[in-house]
């Protein structure tokens, strides 16, 4: 997922706006003192505005994720270790892993007193497929048996209905896959696979505004820009209902801002550190500094489709990539708070390999000259970096170019954009000059997504519209594999061969640097660096 702290891309807060629209769910609190006060109980975490309208099927980005998932549950969720843990499934069962049966747990309702059925989601899925809802996340349901049915190549649907997908009885979903997916359970744990009730299909466009789900939370109001706010689901049937009475999203211009509103006292979770801040943070917070380790990674994607990078041959990338100082940067500009890339995939999900067996992430400036030179160069000698200016890059992005500049001779400029909104608008229409700030939170802790939905040719996170077909070969190979184990590696070998087309030149994986107020408590972190919102206590 792209991340905003960092996904599924790495940032700090973003943007989108559209009008409100009346639905059947939610309203404005009425204990609020408006957009800067906060109800008595509740707590607050600095999340920027989400790209898009609040839809499972429409959020792959951090902010928006942060608070779908606290408005859905998921069917599954996983722990620290990758273990598969049933949300609103009581039970998911395969035998060949091409049809799946999937039961709901009983008595589970939506926030407008709707019963959430099997058919909930069988019309939700339906819904996002469809390529006449223009959905980004519509590609996670392709592995479903008609889905070209709803979301053809070119032209209209045949249908509106993928025939894979069936509601056997109340609680029981039927899905049968075009081919066997061996990790097809692992997906089920990301956003577009929440239900919908009735209502959204009456005004989806007022449900993007106000969103009715059946998670820990329940909608109040949504400030454009400034904040979204949720109210605890009284009626929520989950395991993790929420120790605190909701949540404020507050979005800050800087990094900078949201620490200063945290040390006054006026924020309660700060999701990182900006560079600026980094080395006094642990002295500032003390035991409520938070420092860990998550399943992401940081990039830089060439545009494959722009004048420096169309028709590029690898060795120009793998030369730039050899121009960069990792161990330098991260120990220096980051504080020591990153570990240098050695792989596509980072620590923390099953496959992930340390050692790729090439020596393209180390850093090498008389190697790196030669590459390029073997390579053509870049056509024009210079290259821009694209990213958002409220995310706290501004710092490694200038360093990492001084690096490309001096140890290659291209130029390298640091390419600015107001906000993460701003910044994947441009991706979204390959408007990007060179080069774009890359990072990639796990969605499922498997190194299948940290290649298949970022360097598949027509991957929706493929901004960078990297194309290979051996590499898709190979991926495909993965995604029809008979067992998990089998897809894994697989994926790995499509990982190795990856090195040799360089999609992207990952940096350093991830830590969440972090903290909180001295009003909160029990302040829990998952495996992909979010805080577990319903954990969160006011003291």
Same mark, same amino acid.
């Given at each position: 997922?792209?991340?905003?702290?960092?996904?599924?891309?790495?940032?700090?807060?973003?943007?989108?706006?559209?009008?409100?629209?009346?639905?059947?769910?939610?309203?404005?609190?009425?204990?609020?003192?408006?957009?800067?006060?906060?109800?008595?109980?509740?707590?607050?975490?600095?999340?920027?505005?989400?790209?898009?309208?609040?839809?499972?099927?429409?959020?792959?980005?951090?902010?928006?994720?942060?608070?779908?998932?606290?408005?859905?549950?998921?069917?599954?969720?996983?722990?620290?270790?990758?273990?598969?843990?049933?949300?609103?499934?009581?039970?998911?069962?395969?035998?060949?892993?091409?049809?799946?049966?999937?039961?709901?747990?009983?008595?589970?309702?939506?926030?407008?007193?709707?019963?959430?059925?099997?058919?909930?989601?069988?019309?939700?899925?339906?819904?996002?497929?469809?390529?006449?809802?223009?959905?980004?996340?519509?590609?996670?349901?392709?592995?479903?048996?008609?889905?070209?049915?709803?979301?053809?190549?070119?032209?209209?649907?045949?249908?509106?209905?993928?025939?894979?997908?069936?509601?056997?009885?109340?609680?029981?979903?039927?899905?049968?896959?075009?081919?066997?997916?061996?990790?097809?359970?692992?997906?089920?744990?990301?956003?577009?696979?929440?239900?919908?009730?009735?209502?959204?299909?009456?005004?989806?466009?007022?449900?993007?505004?106000?969103?009715?789900?059946?998670?820990?939370?329940?909608?109040?109001?949504?400030?454009?820009?400034?904040?979204?706010?949720?109210?605890?689901?009284?009626?929520?049937?989950? =395991?993790?209902?929420?120790?605190?009475?909701?949540?404020?999203?507050?979005?800050?211009?800087?990094?900078?801002?949201?620490?200063?509103?945290?040390?006054?006292?006026?924020?309660?979770?700060?999701?990182?550190?900006?560079?600026?801040?980094?080395?006094?943070?642990?002295? =500032?917070?003390?035991?409520?500094?938070?420092?860990?380790?998550?399943?992401?990674?940081?990039?830089?994607?060439?545009?494959?489709?722009?004048?420096?990078?169309?028709?590029?041959?690898?060795?120009?990338?793998?030369?730039?990539?050899?121009?960069?100082?990792?161990?330098?940067?991260?120990?220096?500009?980051?504080?020591?708070?990153?570990?240098?890339?050695?792989?596509?995939?980072?620590?923390?999900?099953?496959?992930?390999?340390?050692?790729?067996?090439?020596?393209?992430?180390?850093? =090498?400036?008389?190697?790196?000259?030669?590459?390029?030179?073997?390579?053509?160069?870049?056509?024009?000698?210079?290259?821009?970096?694209?990213?958002?200016?409220?995310?706290?890059?501004?710092?490694?992005?200038?360093?990492?170019?001084?690096?490309?500049?001096?140890?290659?001779?291209?130029?390298?400029?640091?390419?600015?954009?107001?906000?993460?909104?701003?910044?994947?608008?441009?991706?979204?229409?390959?408007?990007?000059?060179?080069?774009?700030?890359?990072?990639?939170?796990?969605?499922?802790?498997?190194?299948?997504?940290?290649?298949?939905?970022?360097?598949?040719?027509?991957?929706?996170?493929?901004?960078?519209?990297?194309?290979?077909?051996?590499?898709?070969?190979?991926?495909?190979?993965?995604?029809?594999?008979?067992?998990?184990?089998?897809?894994?590696?697989?994926?790995?070998?499509?990982?190795?061969?990856?090195?040799?087309?360089?999609?992207?030149?990952?940096?350093?994986?991830?830590?969440?640097?972090?903290?909180?107020?001295?009003?909160?408590?029990?302040?829990?972190?998952?495996?992909?660096?979010?805080?577990?919102?319903?954990?969160?206590?006011?003291?």
């Amino acid at each position: 997922m792209r991340g905003a702290k960092s996904a599924k891309w790495v940032v700090g807060a973003i943007v989108v706006a559209m009008a409100a629209t009346a639905c059947n769910g939610g309203g404005d609190s009425k204990s609020s003192s408006g957009s800067g006060g906060k109800p008595a109980g509740y707590v607050s975490v600095d999340v920027g505005e989400p790209q898009n309208p609040l839809y499972p099927t429409d959020t792959n980005e951090t902010l928006g994720h942060y608070v779908i998932t606290a408005l859905y549950s998921p069917l599954v969720k996983f722990d620290d270790k990758g273990k598969i843990l049933n949300v609103a499934a009581e039970s998911i069962t395969t035998e060949d892993s091409k049809t799946w049966t999937i039961k709901l747990k009983s008595g589970w309702t939506f926030h407008n007193g709707e019963k959430v059925t099997a058919q909930s989601y069988v019309d939700a899925w339906n819904w996002g497929a469809n390529i006449k809802n223009n959905q980004k996340n519509s590609l996670w349901f392709n592995d479903i048996k008609g889905y070209e049915d709803v979301h053809p190549e070119k032209g209209d649907p045949k249908s509106d209905k993928m025939s894979g997908l069936t509601a056997k009885d109340e609680l029981t979903l039927s899905v049968e896959l075009k081919n066997p997916v061996p990790y097809f359970q692992y997906k089920l744990g990301y956003v577009p696979f929440m239900p919908q009730p009735q209502a959204f299909f009456k005004d989806p466009k007022g449900f993007g505004q106000k969103p009715v789900g059946q998670g820990p939370y329940k909608f109040e109001k949504w400030d454009h820009k400034k904040l979204i706010q949720v109210a605890a689901y009284d009626g929520y049937k989950g =395991d993790d209902k929420p120790k605190n009475k909701g949540v404020q999203f507050k979005q800050y211009s800087t990094v900078e801002a949201a620490y200063q509103e945290l040390m006054s006292g006026n924020l309660d979770l700060i999701r990182q550190i900006g560079p600026k801040d980094l080395p006094k943070y642990k002295s =500032d917070l003390g035991d409520r500094a938070i420092d860990k380790p998550y399943a992401a990674v940081q990039s830089i994607v060439p545009a494959f489709y722009s004048e420096p990078f169309k028709g590029i041959d690898p060795k120009v990338i793998q030369g730039l990539s050899m121009a960069i100082d990792r161990q330098t940067i991260t120990k220096t500009v980051l504080n020591g708070t990153r570990t240098p890339a050695t792989s596509f995939t980072p620590p923390g999900v099953e496959g992930n390999q340390s050692d790729l067996g090439v020596d393209v992430f180390k850093f =090498d400036p008389a190697k790196a000259k030669d590459l390029i030179k073997e390579g053509g160069g870049v056509p024009g000698n210079k290259i821009w970096i694209q990213f958002n200016g409220d995310g706290g890059h501004k710092e490694w992005i200038t360093a990492v170019c001084e690096n490309i500049r001096q140890n290659t001779g291209v130029e390298c400029l640091a390419d600015p954009k107001p906000d993460f909104q701003a910044d994947l608008d441009l991706r979204d229409q390959n408007k990007v000059k060179a080069m774009y700030r890359g990072g990639w939170v796990a969605d499922y802790p498997l190194n299948v997504n940290f290649m298949r939905e970022l360097y598949k040719t027509g991957a929706e996170a493929n901004s960078g519209r990297f194309s290979d077909k051996g590499i898709d070969e190979l991926m495909e190979k993965g995604d029809n594999a008979k067992t998990l184990e089998e897809s894994v590696k697989l994926y790995q070998e499509a990982e190795k061969a990856m090195v040799q087309k360089m999609p992207s030149i990952p940096l350093w994986n991830y830590r969440i640097n972090g903290g909180h107020s001295k009003t909160t408590d029990n302040v829990v972190v998952d495996y992909r660096g979010d805080y577990v919102m319903t954990e969160v206590t006011p003291k």
